[in-house]
């Protein structure tokens, strides 16, 4: 045979073998075991029926050889709540995976729970089990659980979840899509009532009432329904309360936060002789364009009421509409490329639809012994247009304002302009303010709250302006 072709033979095998040679596995395997991440994960309260968000964790093999893991096991089965992934392989059961070494897989885990038409939270358990070379080592799964009354409303599958009369309060309410109130019906919700609304739900009231029964130390709690403290401040998790052409209703106590609007009113019932909506005593914050949003011919009276850090505007006035907002913090601090005065008022819009701008009256647009302040230069924005078949009766008396422009016109009197109202921490969402702020003493009985106190329930001996009557 030709030398050279046996040295071509030759040369071939030894590539051969030494191709096969990279593919064998290792010779031995690490005798260690693994190190994780966590060894406990913890889902805060879940609703049962909603899943959960995706946890993660890694394991290690940080030893210097690959490592073997005989098994991976949910050790409840297939009949956890839990659901794992292992790198990418979902299932309760999995054997003979490999870590190289110095390396790490991720392990992802979610949680789904059943009722137990229980009121109180419900603690549930699992773990996994890995077992490598001999032993076991666990990282144990919690979460809390929690029970809630479910709202659910879908135009596409023609389901609308209707309400009237009172909603219990021994567990938390869930919206998802819409609760509706109803032509001429009444939905009252009690004191310490906790609602959870999902992503882009709603609570509309058409032509029906709403009375929201808070009280000091037990509100009326409106949030988004994820409960992860990721979400703690995350605006615009769900829409807000949207009132349509709605009969009288009031809210006392009430907080509404993370939402897109958090109070949104749209004209009125044309039988209504007074205010559509009497709001005290509550807190609108974080939502992601308006906290309180009133538009063409609605009507509302507030006081001491804190609305703050909207995306757009704290308070906005669109289209026409009465107001009167009385000892109430309307503050800016919002976050978003869209943020502008935390008050703006207007009594027109561009209607595109009709390709026309529409004009209405606004009878009574009345800031008393209120604080309008912010970030920005000019906290207060007013764009109308008038003429002899249009009404705009304003009054601004005795508030602190921030603004460039300081308005020498007859509707504005007594007010304090751009002084620093010393609040004391709103990051932290603390609105009280220190005793050397300009507010101490600087409002008018002339425009009292109806039961005389501020939004503590301190007696207004003062009084002062804002929400807050300093002890």
Known sequence: MNKSIIYFIFTIAVGVALSFSSCKKPLSFSGGNLDFSR?????????????????????????????????????????????????????????????????????????????????????????????????????????????????????????????????????????????????????????GTDVFLHKDAILHIYKGSLNIQGVMGNPVTFQGDRLESYYDDVPGQYYGIYFNKALPSSINYAVIKNGIAGIHMYSEDPSNTGYTLQLSNSVLFNNSTYGFFL?????????????????????????????????????????????????????????????????????????TNSVIYGEIENELA??????????????????????????????????????????KDIPLNDYHFWSTSPMNNAGSFSFPTSNGRGLDQVVRMGPDIGAYEFL
């Not at 709202?151 to 998802?176: A, C, M, R």
């Not at 006081?303 to 505007?313: D, T």
């Not at 309307?330 to 490329?337: E, H």
């Not at 603004?403 to 007594?414: A, D, H, Q, T």
């Open 382 to 423: 007013i764009d109308t247009i008038s003429d002899i078949a249009i009404t705009l009766n304003f009054n601004f008396q005795y508030n602190l304002i921030k603004s460039s422009v300081v308005f020498s016109s007859s509707i504005f009197s007594n007010n304090l302009w751009n002084q620093n109202p010393l609040i």
């Open 39 to 191: 060894d406990t994960i913890v889902f805060d309260t879940v609703f049962t029926t909603i899943g959960s968000v995706t946890k993660k964790f890694k394991i290690y093999n940080n030893s210097n050889k690959t490592l073997k893991i005989d098994q991976i096991e949910l050790v409840g089965g297939a009949s956890s709540p839990f659901r794992i992934n292992v790198d990418g392989l979902v299932g309760t059961h999995f054997a003979n995976l490999e870590i190289n070494k110095n390396d790490s897989l991720f392990v992802f885990v979610e949680v789904t729970l059943d009722p137990n038409n229980g009121t109180n939270p419900m603690v549930i358990e699992d773990r996994i089990r890995f077992n490598t070379n001999g032993t076991n080592q666990f990282v144990t799964l919690a979460a809390w659980g929690q029970d809630m009354y479910f709202h659910y409303s879908s135009f596409s599958e023609q389901v609308f979840n209707l309400n009237e009369g009172t909603w219990p309060n021994d567990k938390p309410h869930l919206i998802y899509g819409a609760a509706y109130v109803d032509s001429a019906k009444t939905l009252t919700i009690q004191q």
């Open 295 to 367: 538009f063409q011919g609605a009507k509302v009276q507030a006081e001491n009421c804190i609305i703050a850090k909207s995306g757009i505007h704290s308070l906005a006035v669109i289209g026409g509409g009465d107001f009167n907002f009385n000892h109430c913090h309307l503050i800016g601090y919002g976050t978003g490329d869209n943020v502008s005065a935390a008050v703006g008022i207007s009594n027109w819009f561009n209607n595109s639809l009709l390709g026309q701008t529409e004009v209405s009256d606004i009878n009574e647009g009345t800031i």
